[in-house]
C-alpha cells in the first residue's frame, strides 16, 4: 500500500473511532441541575409572593387577593445536556518533482477525513402544588429546618432567585387598583373553575357569620326528649320518623336545589352520620330485647346515647342546608376569578468549548489539513415553566391543573421547541 493510501486509512480509522465513542452524557459539571434545591426554592417563592398577597387588605378593608388560596402551581423542568465532538484528521503529501532551473517544484496531495458525533440527554420533571397545602405545610415549625427559613444562597441557573415577586406583583397589579375584579371573567374556549364563596372576603369573617346563621336557627332545631323512662322500641320508633321525615327528604331537596360543593359537603356530612347513628339505634334495640337486668338497664342507655347523636347530626344538617338556602348561592351568577393565569418561563444556557490542533511539517508530510484537528463542545439548558391558575378540584377535594394551566405549560414547550429547531 502506498504512503498516501496508509495516511488515508489513518485518518478515516480516527474518525470511526471517535464515531464509536458517543455515549449518553451525564448530568454534571457547572450546569448540573439539584432538583430537590430547586424545588424547595419554588415553594418558597410562592409562599413570599402569593400567600402572603392574600393577607393584604385595601384602604377599604376588602382583601382582592383572597381568590389565591385556592389556586395551585404546575411546575415543568427541562434539563438539557447536548455533547457534541469533531475529528478532523488530514495531512498533505508532498512528491518533489525536478527543479525547473533553479525554481524549486512539487506535487501535494491532500489527504482528509471528518466525524462530527453528537449526543443529547433531555429530562422532564413536572409537579403540581397546591397552594393550601402549601400554606398549612409552612404554618408546621418542623418545616423550618427542611425549607431553613427559607434562607438560600443565590446560587446559579434554576437554584437562583427566580424573581417570583415582580411577577406576581405585576399581574395583580389591575387587581389591586380595581381595574379587574371578580365576576362574570369567562374568556373563549372551556369555562375555567368558578371562585368558592368564602375566597372572595375575610375568610375568619365569612366563618363567622355562617357562625351566627347557626345560632339563629336553633329554634328550629329537632327536640331530643324521652318523655321519661321510654321504652326501647318507642325510641327507635322516633329515630326512624327523624331519619325519614326530615333527614333523607332534606337531603332529597337540597341535592336538587344545585348548592356550591362545599356547602353541600357539610349537609352531606351530617345527613352520613345521622343515618350511622340511626343504626346504632336499631343495634342496641335488638340488645335491649335479648338482654335482662342490668345488662337491659346498659342496653337502653346505649339506646338513649345513639339517639341523641342521630339528633344532634339531624339538627346540623338543617343548620346547614338554611345556611345554604339562606345564601341563596342556587340564585346567584356563578364567579370567577379576575385573572386566569400567571406564566413564567426562564431558561439558562451554559456553552463550553475546547479544540486541539496539533501540527507536523516534514520533508514529505505537512499535517494537519484542517484548521481545527480535534473540538468537543458541551450545552446545558435548563428550563423552568411556572403556570399559576385555579385547578380543577374533584369531587373527593383532589385537585388536578386545569385547561388553562396545561395550555400555558404546553405553549412554553412549544416556543422552546420551534427556538430550539436549527436553521434550515
Known amino acids: 500500500m502506498s504512503g498516501s493510501g496508509r495516511a488515508a486509512c489513518a485518518a478515516g480509522g480516527l474518525a470511526f473511532a471517535l464515531a464509536g465513542c458517543v455515549v449518553v452524557p451525564s448530568q454534571d459539571g457547572m450546569a448540573r441541575v439539584h432538583v430537590n434545591d430547586v424545588v424547595k426554592r419554588v415553594k418558597c417563592d410562592i409562599a413570599n409572593a402569593v400567600l402572603l398577597k392574600t393577607n393584604e387588605r385595601t384602604q377599604n378593608g376588602k382583601y382582592p387577593f383572597a381568590f389565591?388560596?385556592?389556586?395551585?402551581?404546575?411546575?415543568?423542568?427541562?434539563?438539557?445536556?447536548?455533547?457534541?465532538?469533531?475529528?478532523?484528521?488530514?495531512?498533505?503529501?508532498?512528491?518533489p518533482l525536478a527543479p525547473a532551473g533553479s525554481t524549486p517544484q512539487s506535487y501535494s496531495t491532500g489527504i482528509g477525513a471528518g466525524v462530527t458525533t453528537q449526543a443529547v440527554r433531555q429530562e422532564d420533571y413536572e409537579y403540581l402544588i397546591s397552594f393550601s397545602d402549601l400554606a398549612t405545610e409552612f404554618k408546621k415549625p418542623s418545616k423550618r429546618e427542611l425549607y431553613n427559613g427559607c434562607q438560600f444562597e443565590n446560587g446559579l441557573l434554576l437554584e437562583s432567585d427566580l424573581g417570583?415577586?415582580?411577577?406576581?406583583?405585576?399581574?395583580?397589579?389591575?387587581?389591586?387598583?380595581?381595574?379587574?375584579?371578580?365576576?362574570?371573567?369567562?374568556?373563549?374556549?372551556?369555562?375555567?373553575?368558578?371562585?368558592?364563596?368564602?375566597?372572595?372576603?375575610?375568610?375568619?369573617?365569612?366563618?363567622?357569620?355562617?357562625?351566627?346563621?347557626?345560632?339563629?336557627?336553633?329554634?328550629?332545631?329537632?327536640?331530643?326528649?324521652?318523655f321519661g323512662e321510654s321504652e326501647a322500641a318507642e325510641i327507635e320508633k322516633r329515630t326512624q320518623a327523624a331519619i325519614n321525615n326530615v333527614v333523607k327528604p332534606l337531603y332529597g331537596i337540597a341535592s336538587s336545589s344545585s348548592f356550591e360543593g362545599e356547602c353541600m359537603a357539610e349537609i352531606t356530612l351530617n345527613q352520613n352520620k345521622a343515618i350511622v347513628w340511626s343504626v346504632g339505634v336499631s343495634s342496641n334495640v335488638i340488645k335491649y330485647d335479648q338482654a335482662s337486668g342490668a345488662a337491659k338497664d346498659d342496653a337502653l342507655k346505649a339506646v338513649q346515647n345513639d339517639f341523641k347523636?342521630?339528633?344532634?347530626?339531624?339538627?346540623?344538617?338543617?343548620?346547614?342546608?338554611?345556611?345554604?338556602?339562606?345564601?341563596?348561592?342556587?340564585?346567584?351568577?356563578?364567579?370567577?376569578?379576575?385573572?386566569?393565569?400567571?406564566?413564567?418561563?426562564?431558561?439558562?444556557?451554559?456553552?463550553?468549548?475546547?479544540s486541539v490542533?496539533?501540527?507536523?511539517?516534514?520533508?514529505?508530510?505537512?499535517?494537519?489539513?484542517?484548521?481545527?484537528?480535534?473540538?468537543?463542545?458541551?450545552?446545558?439548558?435548563?428550563?423552568?415553566?411556572?403556570a399559576m391558575g385555579r385547578p380543577v378540584v374533584a369531587p373527593d377535594g383532589s385537585i388536578s391543573a386545569s385547561q388553562t394551566m396545561n395550555n400555558q405549560v404546553l405553549s412554553s414547550l412549544l416556543s422552546q421547541a420551534i427556538a430550539q429547531r436549527p436553521v434550515p
Not at 209 to 214: E, F
Not at 334 to 339: L, T
Request: charged residues 20%; contains cysteine; aromatic residues 6%.
Open 68 to 95: 389565591l388560596q385556592g389556586w395551585a402551581a404546575k411546575l415543568h423542568f427541562t434539563v438539557i445536556v447536548d455533547d457534541s465532538a469533531g475529528l478532523n484528521p488530514g495531512a498533505t503529501l508532498i512528491h
Open 164 to 226: 417570583l415577586a415582580a411577577l406576581v406583583n405585576n399581574a395583580l397589579k389591575p387587581i389591586e387598583s380595581e381595574v379587574l375584579y371578580p365576576g362574570n371573567n369567562v374568556g373563549p374556549g372551556a369555562a375555567p373553575p368558578t371562585t368558592p364563596a368564602k375566597q372572595l372576603a375575610d375568610p375568619v369573617g365569612q366563618l363567622d357569620v355562617i357562625a351566627k346563621k347557626h345560632a339563629a336557627n336553633k329554634k328550629n332545631e329537632l327536640a331530643i326528649d324521652f
Open 309 to 354: 347523636e342521630t339528633i344532634n347530626a339531624a339538627n346540623k344538617m338543617i343548620a346547614a342546608y338554611k345556611v345554604c338556602a339562606g345564601q341563596k348561592w342556587k340564585d346567584k351568577p356563578k364567579v370567577y376569578d379576575p385573572i386566569d393565569a400567571i406564566n413564567e418561563t426562564v431558561n439558562f444556557y451554559v456553552t463550553s468549548s475546547g
Open 357 to 386: 490542533t496539533p501540527a507536523w511539517k516534514l520533508a514529505r508530510v505537512t499535517a494537519p489539513l484542517a484548521s481545527t484537528f480535534a473540538s468537543a463542545s458541551r450545552k446545558d439548558t435548563n428550563t423552568l415553566i411556572l
